[in-house]
């Protein structure tokens, strides 16, 4: 398995600590508003890295937090914290919105058959956790306390910015918003490790400690929650790449400044999804979620399909005009799949080539759209249906696009039933204005998404197209 690694900047092999296994650690949502497809873009590709991992054989523990404290407006310990300003929105409370927004999250990843991990962990379980390992920091002096509030001393490592060859701009990705000084801190990098102090005074959640009451940062939450779960060390450790600076940085400050030993080997950073305005943002309430899709007609698969097609280094723009074309080409693949016959043995001797060809695309950086690319050429190969639905089975396993769910099996779930009658009903009111053009626009829209309209004595009827 080869990946790019953003500490080297290269494609290096990888080595776990432990033959065989792999620890890997995935930065979870912050459940202050729905997850936006953007964010999940991220999460469908560490779910196909986890599944790689599998695939080649490895045994992976994966785990995960939930960001329900700590995670300021800016990823620079300023403004308020993002799940107060979320409960302030819906008149309700911190754990109520945390309670909501985690299982929405779950919902959208289980339409992206995004698996859940392991062990999923929300920041507010973990707390004597941060205060144990604050009191580390402080005690070897990497922490000290000003205006009330614990801050890490950057000045106190060898190399603060690990991604070194990152420039400052690259590095600033990551600040979301507006930066204010803090005259607290010693130095402009150093960070926040607990707050009883901020100008936001109104703060929901608050604990006990050794330093009066208050909460966590952000960064210590992640350090924490993995070294609970994977102990000291840590094969991989994932996350958008918004996270690189400050979160990453950070991170790998305070844990290794605590262990007295490297900490993590391998960063995965997925990089974002744009929309043609820009990166797309939760905090400023616009975006697109996984349900809007859906009301569009979109199956979510067709959205999991639109990310794999490119590589995750790459940014990527949404457009519907693209996941037209996904969906057209997603809809005919499983209609295809659907029409292999299985009978026949699988012919072992092309089974293990395709196979082969299937694992060099995904061991190599996660080569997702050659991984595509290999679906289709075992569907043109003159081997026997068998073979065929056997591989892209497994295929699958890796995918999860749900190949098999197509043809005229596939079912039709109650949100795109609806989006199908009313756009027939849209198409009817414009045949009865005598606007045509419309009229073609919504069949041929149905159309790309595999679903044909018919006009007929009794009215308009429809199927998905076998
Ligand atoms: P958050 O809920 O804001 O903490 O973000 C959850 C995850 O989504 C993090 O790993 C971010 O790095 C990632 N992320 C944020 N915005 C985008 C985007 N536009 N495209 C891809 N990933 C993103
Ligand atoms: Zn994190």
């Known amino acids: 398995m080869r990946i790019f690694n953003t500490l080297t900047k290269t494609v290096e092999e990888f080595v776990p600590n432990e033959d065989g296994k792999v620890a890997m650690y995935t930065c979870g949502p912050t459940v202050y508003h729905f997850a936006h497809i953007g964010n999940l873009r991220s999460y469908i590709m560490e779910d196909v890295l986890e599944k790689t991992f599998c695939y080649l054989g490895y ?36 754990m109520e919105i945390a309670k909501f927004y985690t299982d929405a999250f779950f919902a959208d990843c289980k339409k992206l058959n995004i698996k859940t991990p392991d062990v999923v962990e929300p920041a507010t379980n973990c707390i004597d956790e941060f205060i144990h390992m604050i009191e580390a920091l402080l005690e070897k002096e990497y922490a000290y306390i000003a205006g009330g509030n614990i801050y890490f001393d950057t000045s106190k490592l060898k190399d603060y910015y690990v991604f070194s060859s990152q420039s400052e701009k690259e590095l600033m990705v990551g600040v979301r918003d507006d930066v204010e000084e803090d005259s ?13 102090k901020s100008k936001f005074d109104d703060q929901e959640l608050k604990w006990d400690s050794p330093w009066g009451v208050g909460y966590p940062g952000w960064h210590i939450e992640c350090s924490c929650i993995s070294m609970k779960h994977l102990g000291e060390y840590m094969d991989i450790h994932c996350g958008g790449v918004d996270n690189i600076f400050p979160h990453h940085t950070n991170e ?40 809007l899709l859906e009301s569009k007609g979109y199956n979510p698969l067709v959205y999991r399909m639109f990310c794999l097609q490119s590589h995750y280094r790459k940014p990527l723009e949404f457009s519907y005009e693209v996941m037209e074309n996904v969906a057209a080409a997603y809809n005919k693949l ?40 290999c679906i289709y050429d075992v569907l043109r190969d003159d081997m026997n249906d068998k073979t065929k639905a056997e591989l892209l089975k497994s295929f699958d396993k890796v995918l999860s696009l ?39 626009e919504i069949r041929n829209e149905l159309l790309a998404k595999g679903i044909i309209i018919e006009d007929t004595r009794e009215g308009v009827r429809w199927r998905i197209q076998s």
């Open 59 to 94: 045994d992976v523990k994966r785990v995960m937090n939930i960001t329900d404290v700590g995670h300021l407006s800016s990823d620079a310990d300023t403004g308020e914290d993002k799940m107060l300003k979320g409960a302030k929105r819906e008149h309700k409370s911190v």
């Open 252 to 291: 790998i400050a305070q844990s290794e400044a605590y262990l007295g030993h490297k900490w993590c080997n391998y960063w995965f950073h997925v990089h974002h999804l744009n929309d043609k305005s820009g990166k797309m943002s939760k905090s400023n309430g616009d975006f697109l979620t996984v349900s």
């Open 334 to 373: 499983l209609n295809k799949i659907s029409e292999l016959k299985d009978d026949g043995s699988v012919d072992n001797e092309k089974f293990r080539a395709f196979d082969e060809k299937f694992r060099d695309a995904i061991g190599n950086d996660l080569n997702t759209s050659m991984a595509i690319t």
């Open 184 to 196: 607290n801190k010693r130095n402009k990098s150093d960070f926040v490790l607990w707050f009883t």
């Open 402 to 440: 749900d190949l098999f769910a197509g043809g005229a099996k596939a079912e039709v779930d109650g949100e795109l039933e609806a989006y199908i009658l009313s756009m027939i009903e849209e198409r009817k009111a414009a045949k009865k204005e005598k606007n045509f053009v419309r009229a073609d």
